[in-house]
């Protein structure tokens, strides 16, 4: 079994910066692709970034230049970094990976989710 577990979240100022971090964990296992979800409240959960097993990196539009997906893949942890945060940033953050286990079936696992807040 496959867990994930965020970090990172927290109270920033407009203009601010933030880093989450989500750590994989388990036995026998291979990450095709991970990323990263928010839901603002009151809103549908939406991908904000994604970054596969070769490096390829996404984004949503609203935060390109802003936001940076990176990962370590001897930690199988992948990082967002938010610069120039905006209150509309304010939402839930939540890691997602596509993983493979150990027969190969393909396996989409959450994480709990770290709450990001953007305000003066």
């Known amino acids: 079994q496959v867990q994930l577990v965020e970090s990172g979240g927290g109270l920033v100022q407009p203009g601010g910066s933030l880093r989450l971090s989500c750590a994989a964990s388990g036995r026998d296992f291979s990450i095709d692709i991970m990323n990263w979800y928010r839901q603002a409240p009151g809103k549908e959960r939406a991908m904000v970034a994604s970054i596969d097993s070769g490096g390829y990196t996404k984004y949503v539009d609203s935060v390109k230049g802003r936001f940076t997906i990176s990962r370590d893949i001897a930690k199988n942890t992948v990082y967002l970094q938010m610069n120039s945060l905006k209150p509309e940033d304010t939402a839930v953050y939540y890691c997602?990976?596509?993983?493979?286990?150990?027969?190969?079936?393909?396996?989409?696992?959450w994480g709990q989710g770290t709450l990001v807040t953007v305000s003066s």
């Open positions: 997602n990976a596509g993983v493979r286990d150990y027969q190969m079936r393909y396996l989409e696992v």
